[in-house]
């Protein structure tokens, strides 16, 4: 559907700015095996995501597309784990260290926007006017649902008004992609 589409191709390009971001912070250092391992494969991920939409025709096709993202940013997961930057000032990118953690689990991303990448835990949340659920959250996510904020949801156009991803059904395939395997 144009939905699934427009939103798969809206997380590829947001995908590229953190992989761009992520260059900035390993840029110079000695990565480990495991970690330039990691690194090459959020690299794939992105090409293969931008020539696969290139010729994407079926909601299978974006499906596919959203499942190489979802590896892709479980792979800058795993590059965050194992090294982490010291902070960039006047564009220069400071001194990094190595962080040295074990890989994350390799989780759902988050429920509330995929494009927030891989959960890290499971919070109670409600709908309004529904009932709570377990539902897996980014880091911020957790937080603001902990401190009774709202967490920060991925909106879409249906028809003339906006709402959740999970309440149009353009966007279905694009989520199956993300969460089919969880």
């Not at 959020?42 to 979802?70: C, F, H, P, W």
């Not at 940013?73 to 260290?97: I, L």
């Not at 994350?104 to 927030?116: I, Q, V």
């Amino acid at each position: 559907s144009q939905g699934s589409r427009q939103a798969i191709d809206r997380d590829i390009t947001s995908f590229g700015e953190e992989l761009r971001d992520l260059d900035l912070e390993v840029v110079g250092m000695p990565l480990d095996d495991a970690a330039q391992a990691d690194y090459t494969k959020a690299l794939d991920s992105y090409d293969g995501a931008k020539q696969k939409l290139s010729t994407a025709s079926s909601n299978a096709d974006v499906k596919r597309i959203a499942q190489i993202m979802e590896e892709g940013r479980y792979a800058v997961a795993c590059v965050k784990a194992r090294v982490v930057g010291e902070g960039h000032w006047g564009g220069y990118a400071a001194k990094a260290r190595v962080k040295g953690e074990p890989a994350p689990e390799h989780r759902a991303p988050c429920f509330f926007d995929p494009s927030h990448g891989v959960s890290v835990a499971n919070v109670s949340w409600a709908p309004p006017g529904g009932a709570p659920r377990e539902v897996p959250a980014c880091a911020a996510d957790a937080q603001r649902v902990r401190t009774g904020n709202d967490p920060s949801i991925r909106m879409v156009y249906a028809g003339q008004r906006q709402v959740p991803y999970w309440e149009d059904q353009q966007h279905a395939a694009w989520a199956q992609g993300y969460y089919g395997r969880y």
